[in-house]
Nanobody, 125 residues
């Protein structure tokens, strides 16, 4: 069974940085859309950034624009999320997901075929 694996989460102070990774040993992203979602306690899982793996084209929600950077390393079959200037409101479980580049609504969690188990990010004030 294909599963994505996230890593790189942790605890930092506000203003700090973390870099998350998303990879899979049994699956190659090829032309997928790979997205990052996050879910804080009591809240819905929200998509905030994605990358078209083939072209490298990216998108960011306003909440992270200018602070987060999504990228990919084709040779390593890995998608990265560089998070800078972290804020307490960024605290959440972070997930990566992969799906068809023809998704109707990239923020719809049901559109994705594969998910990771999540990695926790905690930002203290």
């Amino acid at each position: 069974q294909v599963q994505l694996v996230e890593s790189g989460g942790g605890s930092v102070q506000a203003g700090g940085s973390l870099r998350l990774s998303c990879t899979s040993s049994g699956y190659t992203f090829y032309t997928d859309l790979v997205a990052w979602f996050r879910q804080a306690p009591g809240k819905e899982r929200e998509g905030f950034a994605h990358i078209y793996y083939n072209s490298g084209s990216t998108y960011y929600a306003d909440s992270v624009k200018g602070r987060f950077t999504i990228s990919r390393d084709i040779a390593q079959n890995t998608v990265y999320l560089q998070m800078d200037d972290l804020k307490p409101e960024d605290s959440a479980m972070y997930y990566c997901a992969a799906g068809s580049s023809w998704l109707n609504d990239w923020t719809d969690t049901s559109e994705y075929s594969y998910w990771g188990q999540g990695t926790q990010v905690t930002v203290s004030a």
